[in-house]
Each structure stands twice: as structure tokens, then as C-alpha cells.
């Protein structure tokens, strides 16, 4: 019994220093990993930085460890000069445990890393501080000595009597047992006459038989559980958060799973249902608001698809829902959208609106691509939208080019009309300064009406003149119409904000005709800011600049708004450099709870104001939010909490 202890006692000592080996390499790997990925992004941060000679690199280099130090996790920094001088270092130590000091001692082998500037006047070298895999390792360690010593000590006595061979021959016939199990995926009782002539066989088998009906058992259940809650992670990413109903992905995986790509026969409509005033009532009265809109327009469907068996309501972006009727006929589908309709006028006199939502309806077939239902049922809603307050329109599949034509043709006749008539109504809502900033200014914003003098979606009214090419002329109407209104309150002493559609920002006449008429306006087009989206200036990077240069002649500003949505904000922050952003109301909603949110606006508040741009926020609703704003230095902030939108006599 002591040899056999000795011998259990080396192989864990074996056992664990495998172990120690083991965990060494895989955290070391780790730890060069971070230290890449953090090299990376070093060096993103250094091509960010407007470019510095040796005398600035040697005066910004302690301010710049202070910074580098509480955005990255590092264990020593050193900024060195082109010459290889230490500017300045940091080092930050931590008390660990013993075995976590020895896990520092193993990953303080790593090698440091470093990333240069533009000029390579600054060379920034580092360590990560990787106390966090220095837990893991100790945390592993304990749970590989535990698990060894376990093993290692479990009585195995008894099977000293027991010669090898017959060993070998019992795992041999275990082995076959299992086998059968595996292949047969069922251990029956009786057992399977197979070892029926062997006694040691039949033996074993009905000792190990009842155990591997529990295991299989049991691995069912927990596949059944592991199913279900895959399940339910895909239910949570395929459900909208406003409304609770299915997400673009679901419909259009309902579409190819029950439609497109079933077996036997398959018809039915599917309409398109757009919330017109979702930007209106977000400008207006605040995202709170527009989000009970939305969730209103949800309700009213849901609860007109109830007598239609199957059908289905998905939410497909932030205005658009589908409504899958299944086996339902034209006629059948018209019927339903007058009743919605009837929903959505009764909605629009209670919160009186100018509409509530538009229908568009196509039927559809079996293998239908997709894609082409959309486009068609998207021709449908243009026409819809281009007829009365919560209209709706059936397009029939034989009648779809001369449909489009009606639609294009009727959005060309209202734009044309209101052109002509010069028919515009403005509203103003200020940017309000905060902390030590005095930059403000107050956004004009673009309301259109028809005949009836009701509003129209102001969205789909741009994005139809953009369409048809009538971007310019509205553009050049809204200036004309912003200024004159201006020059007549006396508000000349004030300082405004105009939108433009990249569209206009990037036609050489526009240009030209804005830049003669900032010159008429002499000094007060030193008061005048103009907004253009960021998706639409990254259009054409090169008319984008040629735009901002000359409003830069001619004394005038520009501002990015909705911010951070493009995917090349980062690079194009630095190529662009206006002299205001405004951050997308996206990071502004919930800020006070979103920490990455906070972080990010806070890495391009520090951005902003090494080069001299001012950044805003939109889409402030709350107190906590203006709190949090406030908090990260942004120099304004514009909402419904601040101020909502007046119409400018």
C-alpha cells in the first residue's frame, strides 16, 4: 500500500506540473493576443492625433501618458522620441497572490509593444496589464490540483487482485458493449442475444445496460434543454424591443421558410405599412412619444389580423412593418386595409396629426423572390402616399409598370406645385450651450403641406425629391424662405442652422448659387450653419470638402449631424474636420445606462477639441441625459427636454 501511495503521489506531482506547463503557454498566448489587439488600437488612437513637430511631442507627452494610461490597461508605458529618449513613463502596480505573482512573473516575459505617430517624431511603448489572466491562472492551477488529487486518490484497491489480461478482456468487453450502445442508440431488456454465450459478457452488460439508459436519458434531456434555450436566444434577437414583434430577420425568414420555398400550393397578400410621422413626433414631442406611435400603429394591426388566421405583423426598421396575409385573395386584403385605415383616422383626430400611416399591398405567389415583392409593394406605398391622409393602394402584378409611372408621376406633380407656389412652413428648436461653451445656435427645420393643408411625411417628401432630382431646387427654396424670415424678425444677430441634402452640397451650380448668395448677405453669413448627414457627405469625400471650403470662404460653418451611424466615422472625422458634430440621437437615448455609449462619446468629445470641433448632442429627453452629457464635456445639446420645435413666423 506505501509503494502504491508513492506511486499515486509522483504521478501528481507529473500531473500538476503538466499542468503549470500548460496553463503558462495558454496564458502567454493570451497575453501576446491582448498585447496586439491593444497594439492596434494604440495605434488607431496615434493616427487620430493632428500631427506634432518634436517640440510639441515632447510637451504633450506627460498629458498624453495621463490619457493613454486611463483608456488602455497597461502595466508600464514609456513615450519615447524619434531618438529613442524617454518623455515620460508610467507603471502601475497591484498586490497578488503568490501564485498570481507567479502567473506576472511567466506573462512579464512578454515583450513590449509599441506604435509611432504620422511624423514618427513619438513612439509610444507598452506592457498590458494582464492581472486579470493572472486570476485566471491561479484560478486554474487550483482547479487542476483539486481535479488530479481527486483522481489520484480514488480507492482502487481492489483492483490489485486482478491480473492484466483479465483487465484488458473486461475493457475489451466493455468496450464492445459500448459500441452496441452507440450503434443501436438503446440498450433493450433483455440484453441483445449477441452476448447471450458468454456469461462475463451477459453480466456486464446487465450492470452497465441500466446506466447507459440513464446516461441516454439524460444526454436527451440536457439536448433538449440546450435546444430550447437556443430557441430562446434566437426568439430574443428576432423580436423588436418597442414592440415585441418579430424583427426584419424573422420576416425574412418566415418569407423563404413558408412562402418562397414551401412545397404545394402558396398565395396570399403582403402589406407594406410605413408610420409617416415618426420623424415629426420625435422632433416634435420627443423619442418617448414617437416609440408610443409606434407602438400604437403595432397595436392597431395586430389586433386587425385577428380574423385572418395565420397572418402575421412584423416591425421591419424604425417606421416600417409588413403584414403577411397567407391564402388571402386581393379583395380580402383590400377589406383589411380599409379597416386599418379606419384605425388610423380615428387615431389622427384624437393626437391630431397630420397622418398616421400609409399601406401599400401586393399579392403574392410560390417562389417569389423576395426582393422583387419588395420593390413591388414599395411602388405601392409611393402611390399610397401620394393620395389622401392614410391612404392605401393594391397594385396588381399585371398593372406594375403602369403603376410606378402613376406614383413617380404624382410625387413629380405635388413637388412640382409646391415649387411653384413656393409653399414651405419653418420651425426653429435651439442647441442650447453647456458648461463653459458659449456656441449655440437654432436648427430651422422644412415642413411641407398639400392642398388640403395638411402636413406631409417630411421623410419620404425629401427622399422623392431626391428621386426625381429635385433636391437642388427645394434646397435653394428652403434657403430663400429661412433667410427672408430672418432679414424680416430682425433676427440677423442670431445664429441659424439650415439642413442640406448631400445631393445639393455635391452639384457644382448649387454651390456656386449658395456661394453667391452668402456673399450678397455680407457678415451675416458668418451666422449661418449648415447641416448635412454624415452618410451623405461620405458619398463623395472630394465634393464634400470642395463644399466645406467654401462655406469657409465665405465665413459660414458647417455641422455633421447624426454622427457616429456611418462606418467610417473615425476616418472620416479626421479627413473632414468641420467645426461642429452632432452626435446621432442613437447614443443619446439611455445614455446615463450605456457605458460603451459613454466611452465612445467621450473619445470623440477629446477627439473633437484637440482640432477644434465642438461637438452636440440630439435627441435629449431626460434630465439623466442632459446629466450625462453634461458630464462628458459636450459643449450643447438639443430635444424635446431642452426645447421643442416653433414655428418661425
Known amino acids: 500500500m506505501k509503494r502504491f501511495t508513492l506511486l499515486q503521489f509522483?504521478?501528481?506531482?507529473?500531473?500538476?506540473?503538466?499542468?503549470?506547463?500548460?496553463?503558462?503557454m495558454l496564458f502567454h498566448s493570451y497575453g501576446m493576443h491582448k498585447q496586439e489587439a491593444m497594439q492596434a488600437?494604440?495605434?488607431?488612437?496615434?493616427?487620430?492625433?493632428?500631427?506634432?513637430?518634436?517640440?510639441?511631442?515632447?510637451?504633450?507627452?506627460?498629458?498624453m501618458a495621463e490619457q493613454l494610461v486611463a483608456l488602455m490597461p497597461v502595466q508600464k508605458l514609456w513615450l519615447r522620441d524619434s531618438n529613442g529618449e524617454v518623455l515620460s513613463s508610467k507603471t502601475q502596480r497591484t498586490e497578488e497572490s503568490f501564485i498570481a505573482q507567479m502567473a506576472q512573473f511567466q506573462f512579464g516575459t512578454l515583450r513590449s509593444q509599441f506604435a509611432t505617430d504620422q511624423n514618427a517624431e513619438l513612439r509610444v511603448e507598452f506592457v498590458a496589464d494582464i492581472k486579470d489572466m493572472a486570476h485566471a491562472f491561479e484560478q486554474g492551477l487550483i482547479y487542476f490540483a483539486l481535479l488530479i488529487t481527486f483522481l489520484c486518490f480514488i480507492p482502487i484497491a481492489s483492483l490489485k487482485t486482478a491480473y492484466r489480461g483479465y483487465r484488458r478482456r473486461i475493457a475489451d468487453i466493455v468496450s464492445d458493449i459500448i459500441d452496441q450502445f452507440i450503434t443501436s442508440n438503446n440498450m433493450p431488456e433483455p440484453i441483445n442475444r449477441a452476448f447471450a454465450d458468454d456469461s462475463l459478457k451477459l453480466k456486464l452488460a446487465n450492470q452497465i445496460s441500466p446506466a447507459l439508459n440513464r446516461l441516454q436519458s439524460h444526454l436527451g434531456l440536457q439536448i433538449e434543454n440546450i435546444a430550447s434555450s437556443a430557441l430562446e436566444i434566437k426568439k430574443e434577437a428576432y423580436k423588436d424591443v418597442i414592440t415585441e414583434l418579430g424583427n426584419r430577420n424573422m420576416f425574412v425568414e418566415y418569407y423563404e421558410r413558408h412562402i418562397e420555398h414551401v412545397s404545394g400550393d402558396c398565395f396570399g397578400c403582403i402589406?407594406?405599412?410605413?408610420?409617416t410621422e415618426l420623424q415629426h413626433i420625435n422632433q416634435s414631442k420627443g423619442y418617448q412619444e414617437g416609440d408610443e406611435y409606434i407602438r400604437s400603429i403595432a397595436d392597431i394591426l395586430t389586433t386587425g389580423i385577428r380574423n385572418y388566421g395565420s397572418a402575421t405583423v412584423f416591425r421591419l426598421n424604425s417606421s416600417d412593418f409588413a403584414v403577411v396575409l397567407p391564402n388571402t385573395p386581393p379583395k380580402e386584403a383590400e377589406r383589411f386595409?380599409?379597416?386599418?385605415?379606419?384605425?388610423?383616422?380615428?387615431y389622427q383626430k384624437v393626437y391630431n396629426l397630420a397622418s398616421v400611416a400609409y399601406?401599400?399591398?401586393?399579392?403574392f405567389e410560390q417562389h417569389k423572390p423576395l426582393g422583387e415583392l419588395l420593390a413591388n409593394v414599395d411602388i405601392a406605398m409611393s402611390i399610397a402616399q401620394s393620395n389622401h391622409a392614410n391612404a392605401w393602394h393594391m397594385l396588381r402584378l399585371e398593372d406594375i409598370s403602369d403603376s410606378a409611372i402613376q406614383g413617380t408621376q404624382n410625387w413629380r406633380k405635388m413637388i412640382?406645385?409646391?415649387?411653384?407656389?413656393?409653399?414651405?412652413?419653418?420651425?426653429?428648436?435651439?442647441?442650447?450651450?453647456?458648461?463653459k461653451s458659449s456656441v449655440a445656435y437654432s436648427e430651422i427645420q422644412?415642413?411641407?403641406?398639400?392642398?388640403?393643408d395638411h402636413i406631409l411625411p417630411t421623410s419620404s417628401f425629401m427622399a422623392m425629391a431626391d428621386q426625381l432630382g429635385k433636391s437642388v431646387e427645394l434646397d435653394q427654396m428652403i434657403i430663400d424662405h429661412a433667410l427672408n424670415a430672418i432679414k424680416n424678425q430682425n433676427l440677423t444677430a442670431q445664429y441659424f442652422g439650415i439642413n442640406v441634402s448631400a445631393a445639393s452640397a455635391h452639384d457644382d451650380k448649387f454651390m456656386i448659387w449658395l456661394e453667391r448668395r452668402l456673399i450678397k448677405e455680407g457678415d451675416f453669413a458668418q451666422r449661418l450653419v449648415f447641416e448635412i448627414s454624415e452618410l451623405g457627405l461620405q458619398q463623395d469625400i472630394t465634393a464634400s470638402k470642395r463644399f466645406i471650403s467654401m462655406l469657409h470662404r465665405c465665413g459660414s460653418r458647417l455641422t455633421v449631424e447624426r454622427f457616429g451611424v456611418g462606418l467610417t466615422s473615425f476616418k472620416f472625422f479626421r479627413e473632414i474636420k468641420p467645426d461642429y458634430i452632432k452626435m446621432d440621437a442613437s447614443y443619446t437615448r439611455g445614455l446615463e445606462d450605456d457605458k460603451n455609449n459613454q466611452y465612445f462619446m467621450r473619445l470623440m468629445v477629446d477627439l473633437a477639441h484637440r482640432i477644434g470641433v465642438r461637438v452636440f448632442a440630439e435627441g435629449v429627453e431626460s434630465l439623466e441625459e442632459?446629466?450625462?452629457?453634461?458630464?462628458?464635456?459636450?459643449?450643447?445639446?438639443?430635444?424635446?427636454?431642452i426645447e421643442k420645435p416653433k414655428e418661425l413666423l
Open 10 to 24: 509522483t504521478l501528481w506531482l507529473l500531473a500538476l506540473g503538466a499542468a503549470v506547463i500548460v496553463n503558462t
Open 41 to 63: 488600437q494604440l495605434q488607431r488612437f496615434l493616427d487620430l492625433q493632428p500631427s506634432m513637430n518634436a517640440e510639441q511631442v515632447k510637451e504633450q507627452a506627460p498629458l
Open 271 to 275: 402589406a407594406l405599412v410605413r408610420g
Open 337 to 346: 386595409a380599409t379597416q386599418i385605415q379606419l384605425k388610423f383616422n380615428q
Open 359 to 363: 399601406t401599400g399591398i401586393v399579392s
Open 416 to 435: 412640382n406645385e409646391l415649387l411653384e407656389k413656393q409653399s414651405v412652413k419653418l420651425a426653429i428648436q435651439p442647441i442650447i450651450p453647456l458648461g
Open 446 to 452: 422644412a415642413r411641407f403641406r398639400d392642398e388640403e
Open 626 to 641: 442632459k446629466q450625462i452629457i453634461e458630464q462628458l464635456c459636450l459643449d450643447g445639446a438639443q430635444g424635446y427636454f
